[in-house]
């Protein structure tokens, strides 16, 4: 049953696929233009590493925590 579930949960995510992108895309451009406003130099090559790097990190923290309350 859990294989089951976790092929359509997955097929799920494949019709989402594509918004999810374009949403994590938006929140790019969200932190790029605040970086932007914030500092007046802004090294835009340094800060297009930074803010991905730190999506990623809190998505795991995210991925982390989410276990975490599974398995209690």
């Keep these: 049953m859990g294989n089951v579930v976790a092929g359509i949960e997955q097929q799920e995510l494949e019709a989402h696929r ?18 932007e406003w914030d500092v007046p130099d802004v090294d835009t090559p340094a800060s297009d ?3 991905p790097r730190a999506i990623h990190q809190t998505l ?7 276990s975490d ?3 209690r």
């Design 69 to 71: 309350s599974v398995t």
């Design 49 to 51: 590493q930074l803010i």
């Design 18 to 35: 594509e918004q999810c992108a374009v949403d994590t895309g938006g929140r790019v451009g969200k932190y790029r233009s605040i970086f």
């Design 60 to 66: 795991d923290a995210l991925e982390s925590s989410l």
